[in-house]
């Protein structure tokens, strides 16, 4: 049965911690609450590894040079007209120019652009999706109508910027009501002859610009995560008026794919990476060219949808019952340390390797808890352990009262607890010797005068009865101390009542006034006149003094005086106690033994020659275990006069009849 139990009770234990962490990782993964560190993982991946540079990507960087060169922006478009021209002479695979032409600038400027690029044919044009102002309207923003007809291609500009200002995603399609627009990176694939690798879906509609004029709101279509191959300038760049001015070699052109845009600082779009070093933002066609590149390559990231990472991270989040019932706690503290690594690993490695993203943080939320959560159904099951066993050995130290006990339980702190079942543990040792004394006392001292009338009888020798009596009646005492014992080993205090010492110990010294006589002896009894009341049992106190009275007579000199007193004082930090002793004259018990005396089996030795001590020892050890269980002190001392004396201390009753 307790087998079950306890597998009953692992078992719900299991259950209850894999509850907890699979609502922690669901609620982690679902909530999106930790996006943050989902984001700090993701970025941590972009930092620990690096893509591959393409040789057949130019980038033409509107630099300082070439302000410095053509003045301030924004420049005549018949030098972007030259700039086209030159690159084409140079025969590219596709050209890309991040630089919005959505304004008019002059009829001649903008024919002679429109020229450039209708002659080149190879020229992909930005379209810009944004607000008109705060809290207004989202707009499409195309080149002028001129460019727009001249040029190979219209892609959608902008990335998709995070609730931390990062640009970490862009959409494949995008625009205003429907989705209709496909990215520049794209576009310029498309131009070049290049095709994206893996599944890059058709914008879900092509319907004129103009017709959409009545659409409400920004459709967004196949969210991609990127993957940088490197912080800002890790891509080469050429500088813009090197281009026009013939000092960049045609072979370093040909076949490539040209994207032309701003790096000068204060110029054009700049955007926070997660690969920014030093918080240096990356130029918008530097993150186009990161588009491009990813498109190419097919390493654009995909998000796992919600349902699949948030059953990935359930998974996850019960790992750690694998080990945890089935390590040491040091060893599982460090398995779970470790642990919590793993979900960021593996998501890292998700990313690198199968261009799929996973978010870790519910797995890794759930593996922070999964150590302290398994902890506290420990320390619980121990304490429930603990529990059962102090309520079973009732709750309190040896020598302590039951009265309160099963509620002193539900009090206790855990190392209390400890404390106690290790006190406990003591006294059942303690028990277990006193057992074996017994037994060894039963054995010897009780079979003997048992053992011996029985061998009289089997032999069928002539058996007096006051040869039989002797042994039989020794026997009979000795069981029936044992019995008085038991009984006092059982006292409850709350069965006990207001009594009046005085008359107890007048009743006691009366019972053993014919023993006294025999010997020769009297017993003055040096009582207070007004009664002393105590809580306590009647018989058990009257057997006490009764013990000490007879003790007295056994052991003292014949025909001397015993002393039967008592008085009440104040003791600290007891409160008033009342004391009553028993005095008389044996001058061979030293003060050395006085302790011993009131241990179990101990007996004293008489004053007299020829006269062994009877008894089974018990009387002392039943006098202090009485006075013990009353709340009092039982003790002997040698007195002024050199006599013996016996005493126990009780507390006084608070109130009285």
Request: charge should be neutral.
């Amino acid at each position: 049965m307790s087998g079950r139990v306890f597998v009953s009770h692992r078992t719900r234990g299991l259950l209850a911690v894999g509850l907890v962490l699979l609502l922690i990782a669901l609620a982690g993964s679902m909530s999106g609450a930790l996006r943050r560190l989902d984001n700090l993982v993701f970025d941590l991946g972009q930092i620990l590894s690096r893509g591959a540079v393409p040789d057949d990507l130019v980038l033409v960087a509107i630099d300082e040079e070439s302000l410095g060169q053509f003045g301030r922006w924004p420049w005549s478009r018949e030098i972007h007209a030259r700039l086209i021209d030159a690159l084409c002479a140079a025969r590219p695979a596709a050209i890309g120019l991040d630089i919005a032409f959505s304004e008019p600038q002059s009829p001649a400027a903008d024919a002679a652009l429109a020229r450039a690029i209708r002659r080149c044919g190879k020229v992909v044009l930005p379209l810009v999706i944004e607000m008109e102002s705060a809290g207004g309207s989202i707009v499409e923003t195309p080149p002028i109508p001129a460019l727009w007809n001249a040029a190979a291609g219209l892609g959608r500009i902008g990335v998709y910027i995070d609730e931390d200002g990062m640009a970490r995603s862009v959409d494949l399609n995008e625009g205003v009501g429907v989705a209709a627009w496909p990215l520049f990176a794209r576009e310029l694939l498309r131009v070049g002859g290049l095709t994206p690798a893996g599944s890059v879906p058709e914008p879900s509609a092509r319907i004129a610009w103009g017709a959409r004029e009545a659409a409400h709101g920004l459709a967004q279509e196949e969210r991609r995560r990127l993957q940088f191959v490197g912080p800002p300038g890790a891509l080469p760049y050429i500088s813009y008026a090197d281009v026009i001015e013939g000092r960049v070699p045609a072979a370093s052109i040909a076949g490539r794919t040209v994207m032309v845009g701003a790096t000068a600082v204060g110029l054009g779009d700049q955007f926070s990476t997660p690969v920014s070093a030093h918080a240096q933002p990356m130029p918008g066609v530097e993150v186009q060219a990161n588009i491009w590149i990813g498109l190419r390559a097919g390493t654009l990231v995909r998000e796992l949808p919600a349902w699949p990472a948030a059953l990935l991270s359930a998974v996850l989040a019960l790992m750690p019952l694998l080990w945890l019932p089935r390590l040491m706690p040091s060893v599982a503290f460090f398995a779970s340390l470790f642990w919590i690594a793993v979900p960021v690993a593996f998501s890292v490695g998700v990313l690198r390797g199968l261009q799929w993203w996973f978010p870790p943080a519910g797995a890794v939320l759930s593996g922070l808890f999964a150590y302290p959560l398994w902890s506290w159904r420990h320390l619980e099951s121990a304490r429930r352990h603990l529990d059962i066993e102090l309520r079973e050995l009732g709750g309190v130290l040896p020598g302590e009262e039951q009265e309160g006990a099963g509620g002193k339980v539900g009090k206790m702190g855990f190392e209390q607890r400890i404390a106690w079942v290790q006190a406990a543990r003591q006294r059942v040792h303690y028990l277990e010797e006193q057992r074996r004394e017994t037994l060894a006392f039963i054995s010897h001292d009780l079979r003997a005068p048992l053992a011996s009338a029985v061998q009289r009888l089997e032999d069928g020798a002539d058996c007096r009865p006051e040869q039989l009596l002797p042994p039989l009646r020794r026997a009979q005492s000795m069981a029936q101390d044992f019995l008085r014992l038991a009984r006092a080993e059982a006292l409850d205090r709350r069965e006990m009542k207001t009594l009046d010492l005085l008359f107890i110990l007048h009743q006691a010294a009366d019972e053993l006034y014919p023993a006294a006589r025999n010997r020769g002896m009297s017993i003055e009894r040096r009582l207070p006149e007004e009664p002393v009341w105590i809580v306590g049992d009647f018989e058990a106190i009257e057997r006490c003094a009764g013990n000490l009275l007879q003790n007295a007579v056994a052991h003292g000199s014949p025909d001397t005086r015993i002393v039967l007193g008592a008085d009440v004082e104040r003791r600290e930090p007891s409160g008033i106690c009342a004391r009553f002793w028993v005095e008389n004259e044996c001058a061979e018990w030293r003060p050395e033994r006085f302790e011993r005396l009131f241990e179990k089996f101990r007996r004293g030795e008489s004053s007299h020659e020829n006269r062994r001590p009877e008894g089974a020892g018990l009387g002392l050890y039943y006098v202090r275990t009485v006075a013990g269980k009353h709340g009092g002190h039982a003790g002997a001392e040698r007195a002024a006069d050199g006599k013996i004396r016996f005493w126990v201390e009780l507390p006084v009753a608070e109130t009285t009849d």
